[in-house]
């Protein structure tokens, strides 16, 4: 029982890694054009979608009402974010092998505020990208905002956005409680 919790860490480690493959995020517009809707894949290190399309057809639709184009090779945090993930995961490699409560919680409360910036930036980034409209766009909406939501649902204009964590970011969030998890048991056999 006393090595448990270097299981439990060792899972949580395993599930921060999946990141590397599976998305974090996931936006989905649905309209009367795309009944199964356009989904958009944010992983740690690109963006894509359920086809090699997507992004394009996304960028397309945003053209018209003057967004930006969504071009992954000029988002900084795609080229960084992958070595934050390899450090936090080599971080819990070393709370297992030291296996004392302080570490597993110390890991998880640095993963809690790895997902508060992460969560805070992506806001930001989708602000940035709802708001600042070309003022030569094809159609004009004055007011209008094309912010999808950072989580949840929300109709713009004829189009439904659903913003949601993927497999990779459901992962991630687990892998949160189970170093907690791991951290109180390893204080129990302590």
Do not use: C
Request: glycine share 8%; no cysteine; proline share 7%.
């Amino acid at each position: 029982m006393k090595n448990l919790p270097r299981y439990i860490m060792a899972i949580a480690v395993l599930f921060l890694a999946s990141l590397f493959l599976f998305p974090i995020w996931r936006i989905t517009l649905i309209a009367p054009q795309y009944p199964d809707g356009v989904t958009m894949q944010i992983h740690i290190n690109k963006i894509g979608g359920d086809s090699p399309g997507t992004l394009q057809n996304i960028n397309i639709l945003n053209h018209y009402v003057g967004m930006k184009y969504i071009e992954p090779e000029s988002i900084p945090e795609l080229k960084y974010f992958p070595w934050v993930i390899t450090a936090l995961i080599l971080l819990g490699v070393i709370a297992i092998g030291i296996n004392k409560p302080a570490f597993y919680y110390g890991w998880g409360i640095i993963m809690i505020l790895v997902a508060i910036a992460g969560i805070y930036d992506f806001y930001l980034w989708e602000y940035d990208y709802g708001h600042n409209l070309s003022a030569n766009a094809p159609i004009k909406i004055p007011g209008a905002s094309f912010q999808p939501p950072l989580i949840g649902k929300k109709d713009i204009i004829n189009f439904t956005a659903l913003s949601y964590p993927s497999l990779g970011g459901i992962l991630a969030g687990a892998s949160i409680l189970l170093a907690l998890f791991a951290g109180r048991l390893s204080k129990k056999y302590s």
